[in-house]
């Protein structure tokens, strides 16, 4: 019996000390990330929304533009930095870090697409004040669609940028995707598994393999800010990619795409995967969507050709 209390007293002071190491060694890596500052946040604008402060730009005048980052890990309002300058030109553009992202506010909560719905619908009505055109990158299109269904008065045209198959949006999480939500959001070991997942390494593969056309010559600015994004927060960080890697943010667009009235219209990078089908699932939805496909471009050609992107919104906006 003594034995076994040794035994038992002995793992307790192992497993305490590995996981205050651990811990330590959590809050050095989401501290490193931050070392380059590639976030500018001295333009402090928040807008203070009741689940946390979310944090955007406003630049130029005009016509106001909403600019909506894409749901990658590491996300934020630096996705459009290519862009939103020119933009500005012409139109009044606000560019967000959706809640959980960037430099807004990452409470520990389950991130549904009804949560970026409200929160982009409040935000046009709160600050923007005004119809408003929105352009939408990757996942976030589907929040734009389901919000411009909710209260299609708030909304103008939408741009959608690679936006995500719908096919794939109908897919609710599942018992192992529920256990993986838990498991990350474990205190300690939950987040060292993601600063795994969002290590440098795992990030450029991932912008080096899916995101761009040309991976032999990456925007490393725009790599940095997405590893720093990922870590912001600390611990908090790995809240919304938890519910969106578990399914959580899906929702059903197909109906809310057959009645919307809102011109829509859709830019594809030319090698993003399954492209055509994509266009084709939305089109068959709503026959008045618009299309075209930007050469030498993959999942941000916004980042890879600013230039032909920027000639396709002005003709769109």
Same mark, same amino acid.
């Given at each position: 019996?003594?034995?076994?209390?040794?035994? !038992?007293?002995?793992?307790?002071?192992? !497993?305490?000390?590995?996981?205050?190491?651990?811990?330590?060694? +959590?809050?050095? &890596?989401?501290?490193?990330?931050?070392?380059?500052?590639?976030?500018?946040?001295?333009?402090?604008?928040?807008?203070?929304?009741?689940?946390?402060?979310?944090?955007?730009?406003?630049?130029?005048?005009?016509?106001?533009?909403?600019?909506?980052?894409?749901?990658?890990?590491?996300?934020?309002?630096?996705?459009?930095?290519?862009?939103?300058?020119?933009?500005?030109?012409?139109?009044?553009?606000?560019?967000?870090?959706?809640?959980?992202?960037?430099?807004?506010?990452?409470?520990?909560?389950?991130?549904?697409?009804?949560?970026?719905?409200?929160?982009?619908?409040?935000?046009?009505?709160?600050?923007?004040?005004?119809?408003?055109?929105?352009?939408?990158?990757?996942?976030?299109?589907?929040?734009?669609?389901?919000?411009?269904?909710?209260?299609?008065?708030?909304?103008?045209? &939408?741009?959608?940028?690679?936006?995500?198959?719908?096919? +794939?949006?109908?897919?609710?999480?599942?018992?192992?995707?529920?256990?993986?939500?838990?498991?990350?959001?474990?205190?300690? !070991?939950?987040?060292?598994?993601?600063?795994?997942?969002?290590?440098?390494?795992?990030?450029?593969?991932?912008?080096?393999?899916?995101?761009?056309?040309?991976?032999?010559?990456?925007?490393?600015?725009?790599?940095?800010?997405?590893?720093?994004?990922?870590?912001?927060?600390? *611990?908090? *960080?790995?809240?919304?990619?938890?519910?969106?890697?578990?399914?959580?943010?899906?929702?059903? &667009?197909?109906?809310?795409?057959?009645?919307?009235? +809102?011109?829509?219209?859709?830019?594809?990078?030319?090698?993003? +995967?399954?492209?055509?089908?994509? &266009?084709?699932?939305?089109?068959?939805?709503?026959?008045?969507?618009? *299309?075209?496909?930007?050469?030498?471009?993959?999942?941000?050609?916004?980042?890879?050709?600013?230039?032909? !992107?920027?000639?396709?919104?002005?003709?769109?906006?």
């Amino acid at each position: 019996m003594k034995k076994n209390k040794n035994r !038992f007293a002995t793992f307790a002071v192992l !497993f305490a000390s590995a996981t205050a190491i651990i811990h330590i060694g +959590n809050k050095i &890596i989401a501290a490193s990330a931050s070392l380059k500052e590639m976030l500018d946040s001295n333009r402090r604008n928040y807008y203070k929304w009741r689940f946390g402060e979310i944090f955007y730009t406003k630049k130029g005048s005009g016509s106001p533009v909403l600019l909506i980052h894409d749901m990658l890990p590491g996300g934020s309002g630096y996705e459009w930095t290519n862009v939103e300058e020119e933009l500005a030109m012409e139109h009044t553009v606000y560019t967000i870090d959706l809640l959980g992202c960037g430099r807004s506010e990452k409470p520990g909560m389950t991130y549904t697409n009804f949560v970026y719905v409200q929160v982009i619908c409040d935000f046009i009505k709160n600050v923007i004040g005004e119809k408003t055109d929105v352009i939408a990158s990757g996942f976030s299109g589907s929040f734009a669609v389901m919000a411009c269904r909710n209260e299609g008065s708030l909304f103008n045209r &939408i741009m959608l940028v690679n936006p995500p198959a719908p096919g +794939n949006l109908t897919q609710m999480p599942s018992k192992k995707d529920k256990l993986l939500k838990y498991f990350l959001e474990v205190p300690v !070991f939950g987040t060292l598994v993601y600063h795994m997942i969002v290590s440098r390494e795992n990030i450029n593969n991932l912008f080096i393999e899916n995101m761009f056309f040309d991976p032999f010559h990456p925007d490393q600015n725009m790599l940095d800010a997405y590893y720093e994004a990922a870590h912001k927060g600390g *611990a908090q *960080a790995k809240a919304a990619y938890a519910s969106k890697a578990s399914r959580f943010m899906n929702i059903n &667009i197909l109906p809310a795409l057959k009645n919307i009235d +809102n011109s829509i219209f859709i830019i594809e990078g030319e090698a993003e +995967n399954n492209g055509d089908e994509v &266009i084709a699932a939305y089109q068959e939805a709503n026959p008045s969507i618009e *299309a075209v496909m930007i050469p030498h471009t993959k999942h941000l050609p916004h980042v890879e050709d600013p230039e032909k !992107f920027l000639e396709q919104a002005g003709i769109f906006l």
